[in-house]
């Protein structure tokens, strides 16, 4: 980027009038949530940089930046021109930030960074790498040297009835504070905006995607104390919020109350979602420090759970999203008939949301939609663009990965179209993935059991044929929250967090042939129990998701009677459920796309 | 046991002479292993409990035996009129040891131990747990209360060829100095005998079932000294590991010469594996100590992936041991006819040993027999007794879990006959089973699966019953070695340790109806390369055992086809190869039995 050289000499200047060797620039903000507000977007101003993973280092002698594999080929083309060098990560001989470091400065060197932007356990855990090098915290430099920084953008607040949320904020609070200490006094500080507004029952639009609002909050045994900005509650939301005992203060002086806590209090947070900053003021007004160690938070364990209110408020927001999905496929269908290769990915990606907005319940997209044809289904994190529009032909598969808001739920549904002629391979991985995800569907498993143990029904089929995918089988949904929400996840790697009834995750095996083609089918569960004896507690899930599947795709004779079963099951479930809200074309559409096989 | 108070106050007269508060004896000895010497059994000795598992408390108030539900019926019994009180663990209400021994001894109370029956880890963890009482390490009180206490045997050591073991001494000394700093003098130190003896290529025959002898090794970067008894190694033995790079050293010289090692050596060792005393010994020398981090330790990481040779040694092993098994279901099936309810578990325990003792190669069970009949299969840890003799009827099933010790391979088997009428639940149960099994033998994983993601195939049919087992899927195997060998295992915990290829790992789901049956199907699988292509690396499992599976109480309809297709598979193999070592009779039941279903 032609800019960035200046960009950078400006904060050069801000480190020499401090004395200090390097700057740290990463990407996030002060909530450490998956999004962020354009004001933050400061890695991204300095280098040119787009993607949304990558920090940027910048030192007297010059710059470099760290990102993942994902965007080698962006990073290379966005920073031509800007003398930043471009650090592979995972690729062997690049160093790490740390190694890199201490070759650029001399041993009383000094590294800086924005203490809101790092967490008190990331920042420890750099601060020791970096050692012999001196970490220390500045303020953010960006205010003065980034003249035409974006604002923050504090939205109005609105509140979730009990009726949606199915459980107050007075009673939240109490099942919080009884897993917190008893004989002592505490400030329990969450920064986290999915917590808060969980616990609040409250909703925000300051970022995209994730409906949060900007806020910290601090309980106590007695009081609870909300930050947020002065203009974004209403009258209304006030006295609801001071009836279910939670106060308003200014979102500007979180800092302040922790720094006037005092040495007889004992701040509780989780040390990787506070910033070392409002830690570190904490402390230096005396407090103690304990920390929150229950995978995913006090809070965050409790909100995974959802309750009965809140599985109803998904399983309608699953119909409404399968009255769109459906739609959307006939509209496909008859569009690829009518001009083909004439409509492109882009242009489908806005065609499923306009079919979601006619719910009056629809509040926006959960994620960037994925709509990705041909080889380009083999980038997991594809997304079309409206500047580079890819048509689509008749051949292969289109892979559509799409969520929504509703007032009530979260959707994220993965289908995988066979719009054409498809290989004898193509076939078989598209039924081995499906294999996978039924075969998940189907788990019965004992009390206490981890994702970790559940991951291999998915990821078996696929490579007892020699494939695989790199990513995980699922991620926790938030309940009209976060789509990405933990603690739970269904993965290989280990995962303390036992399944509990009331998760729910995503169920996505897939398979990805470079250059070639994507595969993906994904359904959303809910954990539920099954059976209880002398055997034990056993749990399994309830598939919430209600769009059909693809048939044409599959090699009926790879699938086992009971997972033709399956299939079958779920698709009389589906045609059952969503019908009655179709009118009567669409629903001879339905009946035929969900008809028995085998 | 009426002696039992007598010998309690024994131990309180030498702990009143030592002004000590309480006593704590574990059951095991200083090589950490699963079986010890009778010389070790002080605990048995004291209380007049013989399981497996327990541990005594003395102090001069009062004595508490903790042991787990497998004892509880027993321990009750065998501590009648030792004033012992049972404390029953993972019981409500049943305190830890440490706790108990809070209450029973004042602040300043001395809590002791044998410093060489426990672990470093151990120790130091009880230690914490005890505080503010101190923990103390003393002698061994036995050697002078326990008038006829039996001797410490030193049984003969033999060798074993590379032809056996497929890797000489000095290659494996080399291999695991590569593992050991290269920049500094150490002492890498191994109590745990099963390790000495893969290192050494030596076997011997101190205790039962598992063929080892009493030692340690000490390796430097230049020396290894195998400390031993001195009338266990003959000449030529001597003179071989003199060859290898090992010398000999007398086995009650290891204390003196860890004291010895001085300040500038650093001593390696598993915290969990070298005693206490051991421990104190080097550091009161001076030595510094790094502990060996390596889940298993890093001789054990390497002795559980067989070698090629060792690999072959176990597929002989496990022709011998199904050429016996051949004829012990012959002979039980013939006897069942001939004496209906006239054949007992004993004396069937006796016959596989009988049979499999036809072979020259020979050496011995690998564990205690489990021959269990109706409801005594229900017990996972069951083993008949000649004083309780139970016969066996015509209906139901029998359970007969067995291993041998064969010069070059070690087998593990169970089988569970149907020898009469089943009920309907029973054959559901046997096919869940037999599912399981299968599905984990055929399981298809990437480089870098751990035990705990591959468990769920096993357990996951009969969970999907709503049943379950309460132990692990597998065990490692030694090779001819002990039929318990770590790190690895397959199970529902987590276990961080990957599955190689070498590594042999038992497979064993089961299930178990409280007072009615149990069934259990349990083979050896050899973990080994599977295929490598772009999507990475895949593993898979060579089914080692031979021994057919009864399939008389398999419901064909509920196996998948491909399920069919395995087990068919399966016999196809074991009858073409355990044919040719059969006379023409035994080919003819073989084949019979090998029929093909479905």
């Known amino acids: 980027m032609k800019n960035s050289s200046q960009r950078q000499a400006a904060v050069r200047n801000f480190l020499s009038e401090r004395n200090i060797g390097a700057f740290i620039i990463p990407s996030g903000d002060n909530h450490f949530g998956e999004y962020f507000q354009d004001y933050f977007a400061c890695r991204k101003w300095v280098s040119g940089f787009t993607g949304s993973a990558g920090t940027l280092v910048i030192t007297q002698k010059g710059s470099a930046l760290w990102t993942d594999s994902r965007y080698f080929v962006q990073a290379l083309s966005e920073l031509e021109g800007s003398d930043i060098t471009l650090m592979k990560m995972k690729t062997e001989g690049t160093p790490t930030i740390a190694a890199w470091l201490k070759e650029q400065l001399s041993e009383s060197g000094v590294v800086a960074v924005d203490g809101n932007l790092f967490s008190k356990a990331d920042y420890e855990s750099l601060e020791s790498s970096l050692c012999p090098l001196k970490l220390a915290i500045t303020d953010d430099p960006f205010n003065a040297i980034w003249k035409d920084r974006p604002n923050l953008r504090f939205n109005k607040i609105f509140s979730l009835s009990t009726s949606v949320t199915g459980e107050s904020t007075s009673v939240k609070l109490k099942r919080i504070r009884l897993q917190l200490p008893e004989n002592e006094d505490y400030v329990y500080f969450l920064s986290t905006c999915d917590d808060i507004a969980w616990l609040c029952n409250l909703r925000g639009s300051d970022i995209p995607y994730n409906p949060l609002f900007a806020s ?283 399944l509990m009834p009331g998760m729910v995750t995503s169920n996505e095996p897939a398979v990805y042939v470079k250059d070639s083609y994507g595969i993906r089918t994904e359904n959303l569960i809910l954990c539920k129990e099954h059976e209880e004896n002398t055997f034990g507690t056993f749990y399994s899930f309830e598939t919430l998701t209600l769009v059909p599947i693809d048939t044409r795709a599959v090699i009926v004779s790879l699938l086992s009677d009971d997972e033709v079963e399956w299939l079958n099951g779920y698709h009389k479930m589906v045609c059952e459920t969503i019908s009655p809200l179709l009118d009567s074309d669409c629903q001879k559409w339905l009946a035929a796309r969900c008809a028995c096989i085998g």
């Open 216 to 498: 910290y909050i601090a309980i106590t045994k007695e009081r609870a104390l909300l930050f947020v900005n002065n203009n974004v509650v209403d009258e209304g939301v006030r006295k609801e919020l001071e009836k279910e005992g939670v106060e308003l203060m200014s979102y500007e002086l979180a800092g302040d109350y922790l720094l006037n806590l005092g040495k007889s209090v004992r701040l509780i947070a989780s040390p990787d979602k506070i910033s070392v900053s409002l830690y570190e003021k904490a402390r230096s007004g005396g407090a103690a420090f304990t920390p929150d160690v229950i995978r995913g938070g006090v809070t965050g364990s409790l909100k995974a759970v959802k309750n009965k209110t809140e599985q109803e408020g998904f399983r309608m927001a699953m119909k409404n999203d399968a009255v769109a999905w459906v739609k959307f496929m006939i509209y496909l269908e008859s569009e690829i008939k009518k001009r083909p290769n004439g409509i492109t990915e882009f242009e489908l990606a806005g065609k499923i949301a306009e079919f979601r907005a006619q719910s009056p319940d629809y509040r926006g997209e959960s994620f960037s939609p994925i709509v990705a044809y041909g080889a380009n289904a083999a980038l997991p994190h594809y997304s079309p663009s409206e500047e580079n529009q890819v048509f689509i032909d008749n051949k292969g598969f289109l892979l559509v990965d799409t969520g929504a808001q509703y007032l009530y739920g979260t959707t994220d549904t993965t289908r995988t179209f066979a719009i054409g002629d498809l290989s004898y391979e193509q076939k078989c991985d598209y039924t081995f993935v499906l294999k996978g995800m039924i075969n998940l569907s189907k788990a019965v498993f004992p009390k206490g059991t981890r994702g970790s143990s559940l991951d291999m029904l998915a990821r078996g089929p696929l490579c007892s044929a020699g494939k695989m995918y790199m990513h995980g089988t699922g991620h926790g949904v938030g309940h009209y929250l976060c789509v990405h929400e933990g603690p739970q996840s269904i993965r290989m790697e280990e995962n303390p967090v036992e």
